[in-house]
């Protein structure tokens, strides 16, 4: 049986990321060990969890990429099976995600991160948000269980590695450090398979505003990646650009003509109408704040990535989120 190291970056370790360490502990895999990297190292999380499988290893950075490199440089394990401090996995995570290594081609399995069952109002919102095909296109996927596939990437919330296809992560970014730890991984040769089975339950953003500037920042660091690294299976980063300048464009002209009025009007209801029918849950409350959630979300990703266009990265080592 293969080791595998499970690494864990955080701030410090709250209920969340304790919930995280106790679920881990509870999985149905024998060989592996967990590395949980926080900010500062607290004597009573050690004590309280005294289990040989564990390592709490202090850093200084706060950002989670400089974490998770730390991490794999600790790490004993052939495999590296990434995953948030806010989340946690499901008891069979790493038996099912095991079975797929058998093909050597492929050097990361990952699979969706599900919003919890005990998650607050808004981050449900949050999470039908995320989940639905207009808001988050093919990516939708990682927030519910969708067809196995192979992707071209998956978020490191959710991902284990093999450890020839790791490469370390980029700590110039906050967010896109996965993409690009996963476009790094298929210039070796690798594949990158998404397993429906290989799931975790991941908290989403608990307001609205930490929701839209979460959107904000991975407009924001996907553009900022497309510009250090231009290829063109990144040419999808601009989508949300174009919906954007297109609306402005629109709404401007409709002032001056009548048949471009009536254009903009159809395109827009059109658009509405698409996001309320798929907005529909269990009761008008939600089904209304999934609606607004999911018809802003867009303008608000463009808007990041408008400005991850036009302005300059910023070199700063601290955490956003």
Known sequence: MKKISIIIPCRRIDPLAEKCIKECLRLDYDNFEILVLPDKKDKKISKKYMDKKLKIVRT???????KRNLGMKKAEGEFFAFIDSDAYPRKDWLKNAVKYFGDEKIGIVGGPN???????????????????????????IRHKEGKSQFV???????????KEAASGYDSKFLTAEDTKFCFNARKKGYKIFYAKDVLVYHHRRDS????????????????????????????????????????????????????????FLIVLGIYLLTFFITSIKENLKITFWVFITSAVTPFVHGIGSLYGLLKKQKLNIS???
Request: charged content about 15%; some cysteine; hydrophobic content about 45%.
């Open 152 to 162: 071209t990437e998956l978020p490191s919330c959710n991902y284990i590695v093999r």
């Open 208 to 263: 609205l505003g930490k929701h839209f500037k979460q959107m904000f920042i991975y407009g924001r660091d996907n553009l900022w990646l497309m510009k250090k690294e231009f290829s063109l299976n990144k040419l999808h980063f601009l989508i949300t650009i174009v919906g954007l300048l297109g609306f402005f464009a629109g709404f401007i002209l409709s002032f001056f003509n009548s048949t471009t009025r009536f254009l």
């Open 114 to 140: 599900i919003t919890p069952p005990e998650s607050n109002f808004w981050e449900k919102v949050s999470g039908y948000s995320l989940a639905n095909f207009f808001v988050s296109g093919h990516a939708a």
């Open 60 to 66: 200084i950075k706060p950002k989670p990429s400089f």
């Open 319 to 321: 955490s956003e989120r």
